[in-house]
């Protein structure tokens, strides 16, 4: 069979117009990972599958591809929930839109495909109720995604002497570890600072159930530390620039301003 059509789900990351009307989509779906997807006469308002294949949808498509072509073209599609209030929001806008750029930039291991959909899902959620700031969410997609892909952290005790607690501690953004300020070295490089509540948010993010990752909050000085690890983390394990982290940064207001790497 030349053709074979499939039924897919998942949420559309980034959309390019092609010629005319047309445009190519980009999903994460739980059954196939990334994919592209041509759509054709998407641009026209008139077109039945419109909001299913705009930006941020999660919707159900059924596509078929040519076994020569990477490119899939869509038969159906059906809207299961738009996130319409992130629209309302500059900020949680830019965010979704470096959210995509990472998931589109990091490789998806297959049997995560549905692990980092649910994350996108659940994080676009959080979003739209602003249940969490920007600047908290960011760092927690960032944290969530490397271990999705293969970079959780070890922060079960510190590196060198097992050490649960201590007064100090320093985040490895090369190793992806954590070292007491007993067992820091002068030569140690990469490291960033990690207070006590700082470390036990990394942990909640990292091993907290996905439903039970929200339930914490960091405020001030720990979250700054917990956001400036976060992006220094994953910039390090990834290409490490960001056209829409540039963009997520000119538009974020107030104290998430003053986060850099
Ligand atoms: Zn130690």
């Known amino acids: ?20 009307s047309d445009k190519i ?19 026209r308002l008139k077109n039945k599958f419109h909001s299913a294949v705009s930006l941020f949808a999660y919707s159900e498509f059924v ?9 899939y073209q869509l038969n159906e599609a059906e809207v299961k929930h738009v996130f319409h209030r992130l629209s309302e929001n500059i900020e949680y806008l830019a965010l979704a839109m470096y959210m995509s750029e990472l998931v589109c930039e990091v490789s998806v291991p297959d049997d995560m495909n549905n692990e980092i959909l649910r994350l996108f899902l659940n994080m676009l959620h959080v979003m739209c109720s602003k249940r969490w700031p920007v600047d908290l969410c960011k ?11 293969g970079y959780r952290p070890d922060l079960v005790g510190c590196k060198r002497c097992a050490k649960y ?4 501690f320093f985040f490895d953004t090369e190793n992806g570890r954590i070292v007491c300020n007993s067992c820091q070295k002068p030569y140690d490089r990469g490291f960033y600072i990690a207070e006590m509540p700082t470390v036990n948010a990394l942990r909640y993010l990292a091993y907290a ?3 039970k ?25 990834t290409k490490g620039e960001y056209k829409t982290l540039d963009f997520l940064k000119s538009v974020m207001t107030g104290e998430e301003n003053k986060i850099e790497g």
Not at 1 to 20: N, S
Not at 63 to 71: A, H
Not at 139 to 149: H, I, N, Q, V
Not at 165 to 168: M, N, R, T
Request: net charge neutral.
């Open 1 to 20: 069979m030349a053709y074979q059509t499939q039924k897919i789900t998942g949420i559309v990351l980034k959309e390019v117009k092609t010629k005319e």
């Open 25 to 43: 989509i980009t999903v994460l779906s739980r059954e196939l990972g990334v994919i592209n997807i041509y759509v054709k006469g998407a641009m």
């Open 63 to 71: 596509v078929f591809r040519s076994r020569s072509s990477e490119l």
């Open 139 to 149: 760092a927690a997609f960032e944290m969530r995604l490397m271990c999705d892909t």
């Open 165 to 168: 607690e201590a007064e100090l």
């Open 209 to 211: 159930d996905l439903e």
């Open 213 to 237: 990752m929200f339930g914490f909050n960091i405020t001030g000085l720990f979250k700054y530390q917990l956001c400036a690890i976060c992006e220094r983390y994953i910039l390090n394990h």
